[in-house]
């Protein structure tokens, strides 16, 4: 089974590869909202210490972010080897980041799941999350916004 510990900057590559495998929006850089690289910095720039790697054999297969503002913490880019999937690594990085969270004060955690991944859904459900009466809004920021909106109008 692999461990878990904190990314290390000498990890990025190993994540980039395993985030670019697991979600294939990844793969197209050209957009700041989803270039790996962009999002392993910032969240080096706020709180590195939730952002954890499981590591095999010196061989990286699994990834989780957390976030916490003091009111409620957040899990974002669990990620697991496509061939190692279904063998307990995707619950262990979520329960790591949960008691990570949890220690730092956290008394509930969200995350975001797209709709049409009835499996991803499924695989936080058989982890005791439940689907939230909310409306998720979002709204694309300085660069993103400009580049999501040139990239929209070019399609």
Not at 10 to 37: G, K, S
Not at 85 to 98: D, F, N, S, T
């Amino acid at each position: 089974m692999p461990s878990i510990r904190c990314f290390e900057a000498a990890d990025t590559d190993a994540v980039v590869a395993l985030w670019q495998d697991a979600f294939p929006e990844y793969r197209d850089v050209t957009r700041p909202q989803r270039n790996p690289r962009l999002s392993i910095a910032n969240k080096l720039a706020t709180q590195p210490e939730l952002f954890f790697v499981a590591e095999t054999d010196g061989r990286i297969v699994g990834t989780i972010m957390a976030g916490y503002d003091g009111h409620r913490g957040w899990l974002y880019s669990l990620a697991v080897d496509t061939s190692l999937r279904r063998r307990g690594i995707g619950k262990r990085l979520v329960v790591h980041a949960e008691h990570a969270l949890t220690a730092l004060g956290c008394p509930k955690v969200n995350l975001q799941v797209l709709s049409a991944k009835a499996d991803v859904r499924g695989f936080y459900e058989a982890l005791g999350y439940r689907m939230d009466e909310v409306v998720s809004l979002g709204k694309r920021l300085g660069e993103t916004a400009e580049t999501t909106a040139s990239h929209t109008a070019a399609q």
